[in-house]
Every structure is written in C-alpha cells, then in structure tokens.
C-alpha cells in the first residue's frame, strides 16, 4: 500500500531552519505532483507548496514565497522542504500528499482535494 512518512519536524527558534523530508512508498513516486500542507488543530488545512513531478517546477503559497523551498529526488522517492527563516506563524503540523499528474507542472496545485495520499505529518513549532 501506499505509505508517505514525513521526518524532520521539531521545535527551533524564530529566525531558524528545518528540513522536512517525506519518503513515499508503494507508488510510481515520478507520476505524482508532491505537495506540502500545513494544519492546526482545528482549523483548514493549509497549502504550502508543490513540486511537479520532475522537480522542474514548483509553487508556494505567498505566507511561504521566498522563505521556502521545496525539492525531490526521484531516485530516492522523497520529497523535501527546506524551511528558513522561520517564524511563530508557521507553527503547525505539516503534511506531505501526493497526487497523480498527467502534466509536469506544480502551478495551481494547491487545492486539498486533488491528492490521493497524505502522510501522518510531523509538528513543526516555532518559538518566539
């Protein structure tokens, strides 16, 4: 079956960086468009970014632009989110999610309902 596990999460400081790495499993992983979302208890989840299926392509939500990257290494079936200058506003839980694209491009891919799989997510809180 389909498993995505994200890793990396923890606790830094306002101005700090993580990485989130999210290692899928059980599917072709260069078919899919890889995203990352974001969630407090609570609330919507939230988009955070895209990386199209070959890594050519990339969106982000404009509370991330400039301070986030995201990237993906086919051969190893994982995604990345390099997270700098961090602030207490991004304190949430993040998620990974995949969804099957016949097209290599992230742009516009922001809406929940269009990914198949989600992962368990990882906590990411940012202290002030």
């Known amino acids: 079956q389909v498993q995505l596990v994200e890793s990396g999460g923890g606790l830094v400081q306002a101005g700090g960086s993580l990485r989130l790495s999210c290692a899928a499993s059980g599917l072709t992983f260069a078919t899919y468009t890889m995203a990352w979302f974001r969630q407090a208890p609570g609330k919507v989840r939230q988009f955070v970014a895209a990386?199209?299926?070959?890594?050519?392509?990339?969106y982000y939500s404009d509370s991330v632009k400039g301070r986030f990257t995201t990237s993906r290494d086919n051969a190893k079936n994982t995604v990345y989110l390099q997270m700098n200058s961090l602030k207490p506003e991004d304190t949430y839980v993040y998620y990974c999610a995949a969804s099957f694209s016949t097209s290599d491009s992230a742009y516009g891919s922001w809406g929940f309902w269009e990914y198949d799989y989600w992962g368990q997510g990882t906590q990411v809180t940012v202290s002030s």
């Open positions: 990386v199209s299926r070959s890594g050519g392509s990339t």
